[in-house]
């Protein structure tokens, strides 16, 4: 390998995330008051910090190999990137949306229209595909303040949805959604080294996703109930089990998806399940 792995940090909104995701997977970050060149916590690899929009055309010019970028800003500048993993950080839909009350009066009107914008490439493409009769504006921040007066239409992204209301704007179409993802430049993957080093982060990162939605749960059962509470536990793979002392039943352990424990937990207990306990992960890695 001639130089080390090439690591674009999110500058901005992302980096709270990044930087906790990376701390949890043991790559803590650590970065000077002023400084743009901070330091992972792991070997063969060179961080610097850039604005998500410069990262994805860094990667594209092959002056880094990996970086964390939003999925809607790698589809508007189209640049050829490999997409190793989605944090499901940041999410947000890229929308839409017009006045209330021209929408209420049908959408889209019968007359040339003006549509507002940052994501140029993908509301031209997004014009063509409605057969819109439309003119495009450039909007450089804050678009949702163009209509009605200087745009018909902006399209822009959105987690909540609450500025557009709060504007009196109406969601007329989705045009797709996004999140904090992992990107590459494919030329970083060819060299075995530097792909050795990413495929090794994004095991850890992803091993921190996977513990982020499960949980361990653990439930004692009588020998005779044993089937019917493995068979209500959604495990990975298999539950472990082990004998409880004096042959008094069984433990019985799983990893568990985080969002089934309102339903599970109940479950178990209508089983046979007794002293239920859930636990908290850190990592997981199948």
């Known amino acids: 390998m001639t130089h080390p792995l090439r690591l674009a940090l999110p500058k901005g909104r992302m980096q709270a995330g990044v930087f906790t995701l990376l701390a949890e997977a043991g790559a803590p970050v ?8 901070p330091t992972v916590s792991l070997d063969g690899v060179e961080a610097k910090l850039l604005k998500p929009q410069n990262t994805i055309e860094m990667l594209a010019a092959g002056s880094r190999d990996l970086g964390f970028a939003g999925a809607d800003w790698v589809a508007e500048l189209g640049v050829e990137l490999v997409e190793l993993l989605d944090t499901s950080l940041d999410p947000v839909r890229l929308v839409a949306a017009a006045p209330e009350k021209l929408v209420a009066s049908g959408w889209p009107p019968d007359r040339p229209l003006v549509v507002a914008s940052e994501y140029e490439r993908l509301t031209r493409s997004w014009i063509a595909a409605q057969g819109l009769n439309a003119h495009f504006v450039r909007s450089y921040g804050a678009t949702e303040v163009f209509p009605p007066e200087d745009a018909d239409c902006i399209v822009d992204n959105t987690a909540t949805g609450a500025t557009l209301v709060a504007n009196n704007l ?10 904090t993802r992992l990107y590459a430049n494919p030329r ?4 075995a080294t530097r792909r ?3 495929e090794d982060l994004v095991l850890l990162l992803r091993s ?3 513990a982020r939605r499960r949980v361990m749960l653990e439930v004692n059962v009588e020998a005779a109930l044993l089937e019917a509470v493995v068979d209500g536990l959604p495990c990975m793979r298999e539950p472990t089990i082990s004998l409880l002392h004096g042959d008094a039943g069984y433990a ?3 990893a568990v998806p985080r969002e089934m424990l309102p339903t599970l937990i109940p479950s178990l207990r209508a089983r046979g399940g007794t002293d239920i306990v859930v636990t908290a992960l850190a990592q997981i890695v199948p």
């Open 196 to 198: 050795g080093l990413i």
């Open 170 to 179: 109406e969601i007329v179409d989705t045009l797709m959604r996004s999140s």
């Open 30 to 37: 650590r970065v000077s008051a002023r400084g743009y060149r």
């Open 208 to 210: 921190v996703l996977e």
């Open 188 to 191: 970083a993957l060819e060299d």
């Open 252 to 254: 019985v352990k799983a």
